[in-house]
Nanobody
Framework: QVHLVESGGGLVQPGGSLRLSCAASGSIFSMYNMGWYRQAPGKEREMVASISTVGFTWYLDSAKGRFTISRDNGLNTVYLQMNSLEPEDTAVYYC???????WGQGTQVTVSS
């Protein structure tokens, strides 16, 4: 059993930055590959970034060069640093244990002037 809690969302102007955090509890965090997903209104949920247990990363093309995923196994936390935010990044962002059923409750990111 893994419990995930996201935080760090909010309202930001275009070009701004946010840092999302996902705190995990209930199991051995370092054993899991982790991902950040997002879902915008009327759209399907999509994976934005992922990080493996040993730190290999993957990014959605539109996130490359702007977003950075990282993890701190000592704190059982995965992060998503988002820079140069665009209105198209507006969505609810979720963290997820890849290959498992565990999802967080989501955190809203709104990019608007």
């Amino acid at each position: 059993q893994v419990h995930l809690v996201e935080s760090g969302g909010g309202l930001v102007q275009p070009g701004g930055s946010l840092r999302l955090s996902c705190a995990a509890s209930g199991s051995i965090f370092s054993m899991y590959n982790m991902g950040w997903y997002r879902q915008a209104p009327g759209k399907e949920r999509e994976m934005v970034a992922s990080i493996s247990t040993v730190g290999f990363t993957w990014y959605l093309d539109s996130a490359k060069g702007r977003f950075t995923i990282s993890r701190d196994n000592g704190l059982n936390t995965v992060y998503l640093q988002m820079n140069s935010l665009e209105p198209e990044d507006t969505a609810v962002y979720y963290c997820h244990v890849l290959g498992r059923i565990y999802w967080g409750q989501g955190t809203q990111v709104t990019v608007s002037s």
